[in-house]
T-cell receptor
């Protein structure tokens, strides 16, 4: 079993829809959570970073963390075709661990 | 643009040859990371530097792989005696605090 599970998709939604992307994890020592966006053949781009349970909002993006359920989500409001990309969740241990552990990524396509 | 840069962007080599990649982190970022990403997967951690010291290495980093960061600025990743299984995207990231990691565009390696 992988430490971080993420549905690979693909997920196809119409323009303007609300998108929900999710990851589950098994290691309760993960305390820092990130979402990256990756366009084809490009490097990952940091979208959201959070370390506490609850919601964090940035523009059209909301990151949600539920540590008791070991579940994190990224919501995208008013989705645009330019949001079409692969979305990667990533996590980091507390206590000095430096590596990020990634999910496999969810491929999202926003259609006109 | 003062983001992470990587060179070359693409490298095609024959099995058994040695290759070297370079990463230039964001200025003043003392932490530097290498990851490897294969198709349909999230990035996997390879190694981590704080300044010039290599502090963490993944078991993925076989004896054929070596990384350096001689002056605490740019870093190189060398793969000796390349194998077809080494074909992947090699990503470099840098960080100031160890929390948010910012990725470069990657070097795509194809081993024939």
């Amino acid at each position: 079993q992988k430490e971080v599970e993420q549905d690979p998709g693909p997920l196809s939604v119409p323009e303007g829809a609300i998108v929900s992307l999710n990851c589950t994890y098994s290691n309760s020592a993960f305390q820092y959570f990130m979402w990256y966006r990756q366009y084809s053949r490009k490097g990952p781009e940091l979208l959201m970073y959070t370390y506490s349970s609850g919601n964090k909002e940035d523009g059209r993006f909301t990151a949600q963390v539920d540590k008791s359920s070991k579940y994190i989500s990224l919501f995208i409001r008013d989705s645009q075709p330019s949001d079409s990309a692969t979305y990667l969740c990533a996590m980091k241990l507390t206590g000095g661990g430096n590596k990020l552990t990634f999910g496999t990524g969810t491929q999202l396509k926003v259609e006109l | 643009d003062t983001g992470v840069s990587q060179n070359p962007r693409h490298k095609i080599t024959k099995r058994g040859q040695n290759v070297t990649f370079r990463c230039d982190p964001i200025s003043e970022h003392n932490r530097l990371y290498w990851y490897r990403q294969t198709l349909g997967q999230g990035p996997e951690f390879l190694t981590y530097f704080q300044n010039e010291a290599q502090l963490e290495k993944s078991r993925l980093l076989s004896d054929r792989f070596s990384a350096e960061r001689p002056k605490g600025s740019f870093s190189t990743l060398e793969i000796q005696r390349t194998e077809q299984g080494d074909s992947a995207m090699y990503l470099c990231a840098s960080s100031l605090t160890g929390d948010e990691q910012f990725f470069g565009p990657g070097t795509r390696l194809t081993v024939l």
